[in-house]
């Protein structure tokens, strides 16, 4: 057969102006080398129509249109056996390359999902809960998981998943987004605070409009908003941004602050839940205490999972439950609190 032009290789001769060349000549390629692979390894027309599922006449036809494209008889076949030509020999080589690497493509791949967990995890949290409690945690996961690298980047702003090239991510609050996998670590309670010391100097408020007449400190986030405290009355959420005397941009500032006597600030139970089990701070307005959010780790997709990212989940999930962040135990006569229910899965 006549060999094409060298202007014509790697693309298709004799298509109808308008089609795309390309793709039709992959599409051919790839049938017909699958098909070539099957009969020269199994030596057999029809035993390779078994081995990938198809007839022997539609293995005919995929390898006829290979040797029509590459203008090159692949095999000889008589009614006794079916050999490759010295042609063939040499496609069969360089094809059998490919399927190699395709074969180890596939392999590390599997690997990612069924392997031994390893590879690079980037991970986002917001900046309070990331510092208090998901760092501490990072060392003990890098001991149980010595070929996983963790990066970890701690935000308040909403984390792009593909655009960061993101992971796993920790949210705080309520998940409207359908397009991951939010999964609950615990219910998020938010606790309006102050020090022993301030409450005997100027009280603590008993209802929302007594927040008027105290010394508020505020949090504003990393994007600039000021968070907004929150309240649940008659079962519906209110939420006040008060006038602040003492606004700062870092969770253990204000807490710093409070402890101090310096104001009431609300925070979230993770934060503080140490210092009312210690009598160092009390609780005002308990009944009206959200009870609706929840710290998530969140990833895009329960399917295919890769086992670092798997892992980590679990890992994560276990450790910051049994931590027990919510459970305000401790409190002084007067100031004590109903634990927070158990996490839901």
Wanted: neutral net charge; aromatic residues 8%.
């Amino acid at each position: 057969m006549d060999q094409p032009d060298s202007s014509q290789r790697g693309f298709c001769v004799g298509l109808p102006n308008g089609t795309d060349a390309l793709s039709t000549c992959f599409a051919t390629s790839y049938a017909g080398i699958i098909a070539f692979m099957a009969v020269a390894t199994e030596g057999s027309f029809v035993k390779a129509g078994e081995r990938l599922g198809i007839g022997r006449s539609a293995v005919c036809r995929n390898v006829q249109k290979l040797e029509t494209q590459l203008s090159t008889r692949l095999f000889l076949r008589t009614t006794r056996a079916t050999n490759l030509t010295r042609e063939g020999e040499r496609f069969f080589e360089n094809c059998n390359q490919g399927v190699a690497h395709i074969a180890e493509a596939m392999n590390d791949m599997l690997d990612l999902r069924h392997g031994p967990p390893s590879g690079l995890l980037r991970v986002r949290s917001t900046v309070g809960f990331g510092r208090r409690v998901v760092a501490p945690l990072l060392f003990r996961f890098a001991e149980a998981y010595p070929e996983i690298s963790v990066d970890l980047l701690l935000d308040d702003k909403p984390a792009g998943f593909a655009a960061e090239q993101i992971d796993v991510t920790f949210r705080d609050g309520r998940i409207e987004d359908s397009s991951i996998v939010a999964k609950q670590l615990i219910p998020m309670q938010m606790v309006l605070c102050a020090s022993p010391a301030y409450a005997q100097r100027r009280g603590i408020p008993t209802t929302l409009d007594e927040l008027r007449q105290h010394d508020c400190i505020n949090l504003r986030f990393s994007n600039g908003r000021v968070h907004e405290w929150e309240f649940k009355v008659d079962g519906h959420l209110r939420k006040y941004l008060p006038t602040a005397r003492l606004t700062l941009n870092d969770a253990d500032l204000v807490l710093k602050a409070v402890l101090e006597g310096r104001g009431i600030a609300q925070m979230p139970a993770y934060l503080v839940c140490d210092y009312i089990a210690r009598n160092e701070l009390v609780v005002a307005l308990r009944r009206h205490a959200p009870d609706d959010g929840g710290h998530y780790i969140c990833y895009l997709c329960r399917q295919h999972l890769p086992s670092r990212i798997r892992v980590f989940v679990d890992f994560m999930t276990e450790k910051i439950r049994a931590l027990d962040l919510n459970y305000l135990s401790g409190f002084n006569a007067g100031h004590t609190a109903t634990p927070a229910s158990g996490a839901a899965a």
